[in-house]
């Protein structure tokens, strides 16, 4: 088992900056591909981010690419979301995720946290 708590969450103004960061325990984390999604009221859930547990490869959803950066400390057990230029848009609760594949299909991720809120105030 892998348990995930988010933190970092809050209100901030249009334009901008949150970091969230991710603390996992449990099995050997730095195996894991770490991921964040999110998810606004009446919406589906979406991919936002994820890196690989070896390269530190990344891939980012179309609506955050060159604004949000992740990144992760494996001594740390931690994996972070740097949060730039933050828009309206943007408003919804972020979830960490492990799994044993690194990609964007949120299904293929096995361990979730329960969440952080951001606000993202026009």
């Known amino acids: 088992q892998v348990q995930l708590v988010e933190s970092g969450g809050g209100l901030v103004q249009a334009g901008g900056s949150l970091k969230l960061a991710c603390a996992a325990s449990g099995r050997t984390v730095s195996s894991y591909a770490m991921g964040w999604s999110r998810q606004a009221p009446g919406k589906a859930r979406e991919f936002v981010a994820a890196?690989?547990?070896?390269?530190?490869?990344?891939i980012y959803a179309d609506s955050v690419k060159g604004r949000f950066t992740i990144s992760r400390d494996n001594a740390k057990n931690t994996v972070y979301l740097q949060m730039n230029s933050l828009k309206p848009e943007d408003t919804a609760v972020y979830y960490c995720?492990?799994?044993?594949?690194?990609?964007?299909?949120?299904?293929?991720?096995?361990?979730w946290g329960q969440g952080t809120q951001v606000t993202v105030s026009s």
């Open positions: 890196i690989s547990w070896s390269k530190g490869d990344t």
């Open positions: 995720a492990a799994g044993l594949d690194f990609n964007w299909k949120l299904n293929q991720y096995d361990y």
